[in-house]
């Protein structure tokens, strides 16, 4: 994992967006150090770093997350009960923020994995939570995960020993195990009783075996792997995922922050300056040089020639704007371009001019697009984990009543239509009589359920009048 890992790391520098981060990275990679952030000064002068840094990085992240979770998929399962239930872990276990959380960071980072546990000390339900994939090692056949060993590092670790709890997980088992080791050895296991962290551990263990496994009372493995994009560019074959910042967005987002960062030192020179004679200079005393005041109104007679070559001048140099926004627009349409979105979802080519829902649709269909594909990636591992959570449930006795069953997941069309291309679309709909009253109202309002539809339906027909009986044979012949 190891050149994955490393992956990740320049990946995180830039989601993370802090300037140290990303100089301390590039400063200590010997390729990048003609980059922006891998140049270090050459004559070792402390100075004030004048680098900026657009969070673009961060924008694509975000976007990607919006695309896919600023509503929460639809989640049924065919039994009331068990529909009721899973309303219940789904709400409660705050399913929505993590999915939020967990399609953000996948979007920056390759991927992350979905995992289902439970804390009887804390939550009285399964839980289900998202690890990142920096922090597993999983193991694979036929392309489909098959377990899975998760990481951390504890408190307590110093420079010289490092505790790390390792957490594996394999169908119908959870393996918990303590280390002790360095900063670049795993080292020796110890008693999970042996860091506070892990010391609560040991009574959920199962007595059998060797005292470390906890057996979760189901076949299915608890986690689940969600890639961003396939196939991974760099690794061919691999079934891990590929990050929205493949190449070459390293390199572009480096042009943007080098293009602002020569924009905002153009500001920086423009500032208008006084060049003046030393006459005009205030002696500050012995060693303290001389300063000039600008705020000065009256000034006392200098001893100098009154001509305009020796007066005060102004200098002032020009900023070159257009020059510097055209750059920076254009890095940043190519960068959301090769990230898999439209530049409209990151603000360029609006023009500030109103437009119709048609020319929206077609200007973000890049961004549509490339969220059809992730959701693809996303629909069947969360499927798997939200039945797991019912399963579980179950097992453990914290629901004993639940029929487990694998829930459908289906998302929205992801595009939140106007109000006037809706009541265009029903105003053409109604002109051609193709359209009843109650489909329409489901249309305006599709969370409405049927019983709410009819009566609304009904009360449209009774104010218009076209629930009137049929006059029929009523006229006198």
């Known amino acids: 994992m190891a050149a994955h890992y490393a992956e990740i790391r320049q990946d995180d520098a830039w989601y993370a967006g802090d300037r140290r981060r990303l100089a301390r990275y590039y400063t200590h990679a010997p390729e990048q150090r003609r980059s922006l ?4 000064s050459v004559d070792h002068t402390p100075r004030r770093d004048q680098r900026l840094h657009v969070p673009l990085p961060g924008d694509i992240a975000s976007t990607s997350a919006d695309l896919l979770f600023a509503d929460m998929p639809t989640i049924t399962v065919t039994s009331t009960a068990t529909q009721d239930r899973l309303n219940e872990l789904v709400e409660q276990g705050r399913v929505h923020s993590a999915l939020l959380s967990g399609a953000e960071q996948a979007a920056a980072l390759s991927g992350v994995y979905l995992r289902v546990t439970w804390d009887r000390t804390m939550a009285n339900r399964p839980l289900l939570t998202v690890v990142q994939p920096d922090a597993a090692v999983p193991e694979w056949r036929w392309g489909m995960l098959r377990a899975v060993t998760f990481w951390r590092e504890l408190s307590g670790s110093t420079a010289q020993t490092v505790y790390r709890h390792l957490e594996r997980h394999e169908p119908g088992t959870i393996t918990h195990a303590l280390y002790e080791g360095t900063a670049d050895t795993i080292g020796r296991p110890i008693p999970l ?25 189901i076949e299915e493995l608890t986690a689940a792997y ?32 080098e293009a602002w960062s020569s924009w905002m030192r153009d500001i920086r020179l423009a500032r208008a300056r006084l060049i003046v004679p030393s006459g005009y200079l205030r002696d500050d005393g ?12 009256l000034w006392s007679p200098v001893n100098m020639p009154p001509n305009e070559a020796n007066g005060i001048t102004l200098s002032q ?45 077609s200007r973000d269909a890049r961004s549509m697009v490339t969220r059809k594909k992730k959701v693809g990636y996303w629909r069947y591992p969360l499927a798997d ?38 009541a265009t679309t029903l105003d053409l709909l109604n002109r051609a009589g193709a359209v009843s009253a109650a489909t329409k109202v489901k249309i305006l309002h599709p969370d409405w359920d049927d019983t709410k539809v009819q009566a609304e339906a009904a009360a449209i027909l009774a104010e218009t009048g076209a629930a009137a009986p049929d006059p029929g044979s009523t006229y006198p012949m």
């Open 385 to 422: 984990m939200l039945h797991v959570m019912l399963l579980i449930d179950k097992a453990q006795g914290f629901n004993p009543a639940t029929m487990p069953e694998r829930p459908r997941v289906e998302f929205g069309d992801g595009v939140a239509e106007s109000e006037q291309s809706t």
């Open 317 to 361: 140099f020009a900023i070159r704007v257009d020059e510097h926004q055209r750059t920076t627009e254009a890095i940043t349409r190519q960068a959301a371009q090769s990230a898999g979105y439209s530049a409209q979802s990151f603000g360029l080519d609006g023009g500030g001019q109103p437009i119709t829902a048609t020319e929206s649709d």
């Open 226 to 257: 969600v890639p961003n994009m396939l196939p991974n560019r760099a690794h061919r074959g691999a079934p891990i995922g590929r990050s929205d910042y493949a190449a070459p967005l390293h390199d572009l987002f480096a042009s943007l922050d």
């Open 37 to 40: 952030w891998g140049r270090r």
């Open 286 to 297: 012995p060693g303290n040089g001389s300063s000039f005041d600008e705020d000065r109104e």
């Open 193 to 217: 009783t042996e860091n506070p962290e892990t010391a609560d551990l040991a009574d959920s263990l199962d007595a059998d075996g060797n005292g470390q496994t906890i057996s979760t009372g």
